[in-house]
């Protein structure tokens, strides 16, 4: 057999003109009887007149085998990663085959078109009864490691987001390209600059790993950063350069937007690719302020050295500025003149039209509302099933009326209908559940708005992941029949949730927990749940089951049955949290903290239904009422609490000890919600507004109203240079409750509002924030010797006891407020995967507004008012000589205490634990406003009188006097606190 040794066949020879220039590298070695004639023909063109004539007067196949020859099994060799059989599979050539130089050329083709290789021979060898191709490769090195040296600007993990983004194609474990890294450098490139390193340098530097491996180090020499230096504008008349700054969202200083001084405090880092959209911007500000034939130039740019003296570090400024130039032509200012439609078959009201545009006839006009204009009209045909629809303006200048006139032509397209509503991801989730949200049905016309509210309602069920129109709704639209087929991609979350919860609250102290949790029991849309905490504040047990659809009616009922106990005991709370409670050690000792526990049982039955017709174009919107029956009963741990307790009248025919167990209270609380929040857990964007008006009276021994209304809304902060894709949120909240009781009776104190904690002002201790009142109640006092011994009854008797004077006294106590207002504004910026940082400021106002609801019981009053009080004289151990105090029937509010507002202002970080199924928060609160005062006692009688109550033939009378003074006269001192630092498991909202 006789080959060419060593003879390269290129793909721009006698291979394929097709292959690339690197194909030279590459050999096919083929016997000389099959390759002679290709290569003389090749050639003959190429050679002189005599010449040629010698060559084609040669013959081209000396020794050629007649017939065809047979092919037998191909052989590999060189290949290490990818498999044998994954070779052959891309040969044309087969066992069996007659051999045929075309096919081979064809093979080595395919072989090399895989890019897998960086060499590729084929050589024939003549055996007996056939011939063997034998096939030499040899593989591209594969990438081992990828390393970045000076790498400062931008994360490694940002890198690979970028290039996979940018489809650049190199990972670890990838085949080695030269020009994969070649285009892997010019993204890094881009990207340095966009974070200010313009002059950034990268070498990259190949390392060989044997066998078949390369490693790859980027160095990188990141260079000075570059940041905007000066913008200045040429040609501006009408608006001046700080206006057009503002315009510039990219590349305008960091400061106080209209602050003149500290407008632009910090510059910008300067990234080139900006500069064209800000340029755009610019003149967008000409044309919202009416220059409609604004026209911004190319912008020139100025690189210099920093200079000048940092105002922040004091120090020369390091690193290089580029200073930029706008040039603009203003033109004349123009008006609207009138916006007007052409092409608008299906909808013929012309006015209807012109109202989807906010700027009337007359003003100057704004780019910017008329593109909104635009959009909205869009959606409108939308709504109509127009999902083609494109609104083209045209604008008519009028120069000397300088009015401008747009003229829209619409294009409708054909009306869509909807086809099939298909769902898939749904393996737990019955269809019916997911199509009984879904407003839009089979048949009908497209709804655009309609589709994108189905969304919303099914991201408040909270069954699946939040689903975005833009990527979990695919349409397919069949132009000729005027159809569109819909199909919802759904995640679905886990539907059962077994799991432990704990931590740190200020209602709940130290607490553990197990709940199950199922929020789409059997796929039917069913909620079943079981509950337990203990606690050092509070237990709990609970079991709850809803039906969301009852009878395939949109009809919701819902029963629970719980058994609770609770301890509000704010020193307890903060002795467990590790923060100062909010009345200090002095106010503790003499029991102003409202400390008691309540235990009740019960249950409650409720029912809703969505409103479908009403806000069905905006949001969800939904009536519901909730009946609840339960029975409790008051334990308390100080003087203070229990006359509160015993004193208010909110329990008709009761006084005393008897009003604390018990307490049965039925109650029915109709309610309405309207929400446009895209999620039921940590909305990015949204609003809802919730009204409830709870009633006790229908039944049981309590009677009182108590209305709440409670209003939030979310905003993604998209656009900030910071964050450009909107996971940023600001949220507000806003709630308003009272509650009063009627027929006589005033609310229980448990049900009046108290204000503080992790739910509503996070700077202040739970159920803290109160106004105070004094509480009349009758206080035994010893009667006590100067040399501190008690005044025995009877000196022979030691069983009698001591002598004891009654005294009237009035305790100050926090009551709660009837009416509270909250308000709480959140800045939330999420860092990783279920960690979120969040600044916040809050805001509450607790106050009484109705007297009457500080109100004794008139047994309760004619308890206190009907024995004798003091002890003027002292007989054989008895008291004689006492007197009558009349305690008046309503109680007054002590001064100072009543409107008292409480901000908190500060930082925390929440965690979502897995475990534990809720957010962990950390957080710092400092408080600019709270209650900080010394009060005055209040005695029940005057000064001359509460001396008289003392005896006076003995000697005991007055010390006991000035202990009693003392004790009962001295000043209250109120301090709340002034910083908080806390750790919880709950959310505000």
């Not at 003879?7 to 690197?22: A, E, F, K, N, Y």
Request: charged share 20%; net charge positive.
């Amino acid at each position: 057999m006789v080959i060419f040794t060593g003879t390269r066949v290129s793909g721009s020879s006698l291979i394929s003109t097709s292959q690339p220039v690197r194909a030279r590298s590459s050999r096919i070695r083929i016997p000389v009887t099959a390759l002679t004639a290709l290569a003389t023909m090749a050639l003959i063109p190429a050679l002189t007149p005599a010449l040629r004539a010698q060559v084609q007067a040669q013959p081209q196949f000396s020794g050629a085998q007649a017939g065809p020859q047979i092919l037998c099994q191909t052989q590999v060799i060189g290949n290490r990663r990818i498999p044998k059989e994954s070779i052959l599979a891309r040969l044309f050539s087969r066992p069996g085959d007659p051999f045929d130089p075309v096919v081979v050329e064809r093979d080595f083709n395919s072989l090399w078109n895989t890019s897998y290789f960086d060499d590729v021979r084929i050589e024939r060898v003549n055996e007996a009864n056939c011939v063997q191709l034998i096939v030499y490769v040899r593989e591209k090195p594969t990438i081992r490691e990828m390393n970045f040296k000076g790498l400062n600007a931008v994360t490694i993990s940002d890198v690979y987001d970028r290039w996979k983004k940018e489809k650049v194609g190199l990972t670890v474990e990838s085949q080695f390209d030269e020009t994969r890294v070649k285009r892997a450098e010019v993204v890094l490139q881009e990207m340095l600059g966009e974070h200010g390193h313009q002059f950034a340098v990268i070498k990259t530097e190949i390392k060989t790993i044997p066998p078949a491996a390369v490693a790859l180090t980027f160095n990188i020499k990141e260079g000075p950063t570059v940041k905007v230096g000066k913008i200045v504008f040429q040609g501006n008349q009408q608006l001046n350069a700080r206006e057009l700054r503002a315009s510039m969202k990219n590349l305008k200083p960091i400061g106080i937007p209209h602050s003149i001084f500290l407008e632009d405090l910090l510059p910008r880092t300067f990234d080139a690719s900006k500069l064209d959209e800000d340029a755009e911007r610019v003149r967008g500000a000409y044309r919202d302020k009416g220059y409609f034939k604004a026209l911004t130039g190319e912008p020139q740019t100025n690189v210099r050295n920093a200079g000048g003296i940092n105002p922040f570090t004091l120090r020369p400024s390091t690193g290089k500025r580029v200073d930029i130039l706008i040039p603009v032509e203003e033109g004349a200012r123009y008006r609207l003149g009138g916006i007007t439609f052409t092409g608008n078959k299906e909808y013929t009201n012309k006015k209807a039209l012109r109202a989807q545009f906010a700027q009337k006839d007359g003003e100057y006009f704004n780019a910017t509302l008329f593109g909104k204009g635009i959009e909205a009209l869009r959606k409108a045909y939308g709504e109509g099933g127009f999902i083609n629809m494109v609104g083209t303006p045209t604008p008519r200048v009028d120069e000397a009326k300088k009015l401008v006139y747009l003229d829209v032509d619409i294009d409708e397209g054909k009306k869509f209908y909807v086809s099939r509503i298909e769902f898939s991801g749904n393996t737990i989730t019955r269809d019916k559940v997911i199509r009984r949200e879904i407003l839009i049905e089979e048949g009908q016309v497209y709804n655009s708005r309609l589709v994108d509210l189905s969304l919303l309602r099914l991201n408040q069920l909270n069954y699946f992941d939040t689903l975005k129109a833009e990527q979990d709704v695919e349409t397919r639209q069949n132009a000729d029949a005027g159809t569109v087929d819909l199909l919802l991609k759904l995640k679905e979350k886990g539907k059962n949730s077994i799991g432990l919860n704990g931590g740190l609250s200020g209602l709940s102290g130290s607490f553990i927990g197990l709940n199950y949790e199922t929020n789409n029991f059997l796929g039917l849309g069913e909620t079943l749940n079981v509950t337990a905490n203990i606690g050092d504040l509070s237990r709990t047990l609970s079991l709850g089951f809803n039906e969301p659809y009852l009878r395939n009616k949109p009809i919701s009922l819902g029963m629970q049955v719980f058994s609770s106990k609770s301890d509000f005991n704010p020193a307890k709370a903060a002795s467990l949290t590790g923060t100062v409670a909010g009345s200090n050690q002095a106010n503790q000792q003499q029991s102003l903290s409202s400390n008691y526990n309540q235990s009740s049982t019960g249950f409650t039955i409720s029912t809703g239904t969505p409103l479908r017709k009403l806000f069905r174009r905006s949001g969800v919107a939904r009536v519901g009422v909730t009946y609840s029956l339960s029975r409790s009963g008051i334990t308390t741990f100080s003087d203070t609490t229990r006359n509160v307790f015993q004193s208010l009248a909110f329990r008709s025919g009761i006084a005393g000890s008897s009003q604390l167990t018990g307490i049965i209270t039925s109650k029915i609380t109709p309610s309405f919600s309207f929400s446009t929040l895209d999620r039921a857990q940590g909305p990015h964007h949204g609003k809802d507004f919730n009204i409830a008006f709870e009633v006790a009276g229908v039944g049981g021994n309590t009677k009182y109203y108590a209305p709440t209304a409670t209003y939030r809304q979310f905003f993604p902060m998209k656009g900030l240079r910071m964050d450009r894709e909107g996971h940023n949120v600001l949220g507000y909240r806003i709630q308003l409750s009272n509650v009063a009781g009627f027929g006589g009776q005033v609310a229980p104190p448990f049900n009046r509002i108290y204000g503080g904690g992790e739910n509503e002002v996070r700077g202040f201790d739970i159920r803290s924030s109160s106004p105070y009142t004094f509480i009349p109640t009758r206080v035994l006092f010893n009667l006590t010797n100067p040399d501190g011994t008690l005044v025995p009854r009877d000196p022979t008797n030691a069983t009698l006891g001591n002598v004891q004077i009654p005294l009237p006294i009035y305790r100050l106590a926090p009551i709660g407020g009837d009416t509270s207002l909250t308000s709480n504004v959140e800045y939330r910026i999420p860092i990783v995967n279920q960690v979120t940082f969040a600044v916040f400021t809050d805001f509450g106002l607790t106050f009484d507004t109705e007297k009457s609801q500080l109100r004794q019981s008139v047994l309760g009053q004619s308890i206190l008012n009907t024995p004798l009080y003091g002890c003027p004289e002292v007989i054989n151990g008895a008291c004689f000589g006492g007197q009558k105090v009349t305690f008046p029937l309503d109680l007054a509010t002590v001064p100072h205490t009543n409107i008292v507002p409480r901000m908190s202002n500060g930082a925390e970080l929440q965690v979502i634990l897995p475990i534990v199924n809720a957010p962990f928060r950390i957080y710092y609160a400092y408080n600019p406003l709270r209650l900080y005062r010394n009060l005055p006692q209040q005695l029940a009688v005057t000064p001359q009188q509460f001396q008289q109550l003392f005896p006076t033939n003995l000697g005991a009378g007055q010390f006991t006097y000035q202990q009693a003074l003392q004790l009962y006269g001295a000043d209250y001192v109120l301090r709340e606190p002034r910083k908080t630092f806390r750790f919880t498991v709950a959310t505000t909202f």
